[in-house]
C-alpha cells in the first residue's frame, strides 16, 4: 500500500471553488489529507474570475501545493 499525500489548494481572491478530479472538494484556502499519490487534475472557479485549471502530483507522505491568483472576466 502506498501511503496516501495531502493538497493544499490557495487562490486570490479565496472562497473559490475546488474540484478535484471532476468532484467538488470545497473552497479555498483548502488542506486535504488523504490524497492519492499520482497526477491530479484540479479546477478552481469563482463567480466573476476566469476559471483555472492544472494539474498537479502528490507523492506519498508529502503535500502538494497549487497557488493561483484568479484573473476577473472581461465585461
Do not use: F, N
Not at 501511503?3 to 475546488?18: F, I, Q, W, Y
Not at 493561483?68 to 472581461?74: D, G, I, K, Q
Amino acid at each position: 500500500p502506498t501511503t496516501p499525500g495531502s493538497l493544499v489548494v490557495e487562490s486570490r481572491p479565496a472562497g473559490a471553488r475546488v474540484v478535484l478530479d471532476g468532484r467538488e472538494i470545497g473552497r479555498t484556502p483548502l488542506t486535504l489529507p488523504g490524497v492519492a499519490p499520482g497526477p491530479h487534475a484540479i479546477r478552481i472557479e469563482l463567480q466573476g474570475y476566469l476559471p483555472i485549471t492544472t494539474t498537479t502530483r502528490v507523492e506519498p507522505g508529502a503535500r502538494a501545493r497549487v497557488a493561483v491568483s484568479l484573473t476577473t472576466e472581461r465585461p
